[in-house]
């Protein structure tokens, strides 16, 4: 076909992208600033996807031979491998991902690469190539996400009996099942897979057929298209088509939910290693120390995934900063949805793969746990209930075993720590049994219902994960 192995003289050629209209070429100053193949390059593989389907239905329907969509299909596969080795020439005269693979298409293949855009424009191109990323990405952080729960639900399962204390305002609150504590975040990562899939609907859908804005006045065949590509549907509205990225800012929202989720976990494994909780160690591989003060061990990893937080919440700020005063249809500002959009996509993934790793990292120091748990009276409510179960208004009871807090407080002991006839100086009530409900074992046992705390039921709701999960 006499065609040429690499791209020489493209670049000037290029100069008239724009053709008789212009007289002159755009600044370089201009040039760098419009030029998007820096980071929009990493769409070419879906580019690729989106041609290769496109130029077969522009065939099937006609519009092109069968012989051009032959030509086509060669150029494709040979620029394909060209990016995949290394080989191919970014040029950012040539602006972006689209132009570079058409500019190299004709190169390759002659006036059958000069016929693929028929029919359609960089708008609809864009906007596919974002959509056909994106749902690759969201399967991708679906599964790592997955992987972070199955390391979860191990560490949960090794952890059912392990009593630590549960705090509301940080303050030591009532006693919980360490088990019981990570099963809230799996399921706030179970919402967090549910939410994706939906967004995941939203994205699927082809924008191509929608030209520049207004749709095509070829015999086009956008079902075709839409099948070919794994697409759920089609976009049902041109403008609409090549102007919204709200499917790029749902999945952003969703992003920083789960990065807010991690951050949270890391906010905790921070504290719970801190030796002054001591709850838990990290494994080295996950920590680093100071270069000034030799006992140091830092948490670095839990650190920087809460500051990764903020700039991933910043990102869905960008997002929907970027859209928000466009008027319809394309604007070059959707441009700038691609940074944010990759870095989020970056960030989480990143995040997600170290997590699950992470969690294998961390040990249990049981008996640190236990023995906070035993500090400030975790175990009053339980008082409180037993009071109530035996006829005392809850209220009432409220009151006597503050009083009893405050007693026990003074003399510096636990509430399971008074003898009988000194609790029982706070209501007539008490028994012998009240010691059953004081302990922190029969506090938790004792929250026996679904979503309670009581290790058999942690053990249930593990199962039934597991379960979910397979
Ligand atoms: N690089 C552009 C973007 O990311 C591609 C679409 C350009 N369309 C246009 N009419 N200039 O949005």
Redesign the pocket.
């Known amino acids: 076909m006499g065609i040429p192995k690499k791209k020489n003289s493209l670049a000037k050629s290029h100069k008239r992208t724009w053709s008789g209209r212009f007289e002159e070429p755009v600044s370089q100053l201009v040039q760098r600033y419009t030029a998007?193949v820096g980071f929009?390059q990493r769409l070419a593989e879906y580019d690729i996807q989106g041609s290769l389907a496109h130029a077969q239905m522009l065939s099937a329907v006609g519009i092109i031979s069968a012989k051009d969509l032959v030509a086509i299909r060669k150029g494709l596969n040979q620029i394909r491998d060209e990016i995949h080795s290394g080989t191919f020439d970014w040029m950012l005269e040539l602006?972006?991902v689209?132009l570079n693979i058409e500019k190299r298409l004709i190169m390759l293949v002659g006036d059958a690469g000069k016929r693929l855009h028929t029919a359609r424009?960089?708008?609809d191109?864009?906007a596919t190539d974002m959509r056909l990323y994106l749902r690759t990405s969201i399967d991708e952080i679906i599964n790592l996400i997955k992987t972070m729960q199955r390391a979860i639900l191990d560490l949960a399962e090794k952890h059912t009996d392990t009593v630590m204390p549960g705090l509301t305002h940080l303050q030591v609150a009532q006693p919980v099942s360490f088990g019981h504590h990570l099963m809230a975040y799996f399921e706030m990562l179970k919402r967090d897979t549910d939410r994706l899939s939906d967004c995941r609907k939203r994205v699927n859908k082809l924008p191509l057929g929608a030209a520049?804005l207004a749709g095509t006045s070829y015999p086009i065949d956008r079902e075709m298209v839409a099948q070919e590509l794994g697409f759920e549907d089609v976009c049902k509205n041109s403008i609409d088509a090549v102007s919204d990225r709200d499917f790029a800012i749902e999945f952003c929202a969703c992003a920083a939910l789960i990065m807010t989720h991690l951050s949270r976990l890391s906010e905790e494994l921070i504290l719970w290693m801190n030796p002054l909780f001591g709850f838990i160690k990290l494994d080295d591989r996950f920590c680093t120390g100071s270069s000034i003060m030799p006992q140091k061990k830092n948490p670095d990893v839990p650190e920087l995934v809460r500051g990764k937080t903020g700039r991933v919440n910043g990102h869905l700020i960008a997002l929907l900063t970027l859209m928000k005063a466009q008027p319809l249809a394309?604007n070059?500002d959707?441009?700038e949805d691609?940074e944010p959009l990759f870095d989020t996509v970056d960030t989480l993934s990143g995040t997600l793969r170290i997590y699950a790793d992470m969690l294998n990292g961390i040990h249990v120091n049981k008996e640190t746990m236990r023995s906070a748990a035993r500090c400030g009276y975790s175990t009053a409510t339980d008082f409180a209930d037993y009071l109530t179960k035996k006829g005392l208004p809850f209220r009432d009871a409220h009151e006597a075993v503050s009083q009893a807090v405050r007693s026990a407080a003074k003399k510096g002991r636990d509430l399971s720590a008074l003898t009988l006839s000194e609790l029982r100086k706070f209501s007539r009530l008490v028994e012998k049994d009240v010691f059953g409900v004081l302990t922190l074992d029969g506090s938790i046992k004792s929250r026996n219902h679904i979503g309670g705390t009581a290790p058999s039921q942690v053990r249930k709701a593990i199962k039934l994960a597991r379960k979910g999960l397979s």
């Open positions: 998007s929009d602006e972006d689209h424009s960089r708008n191109q864009i520049a394309y070059k959707n441009q691609k």
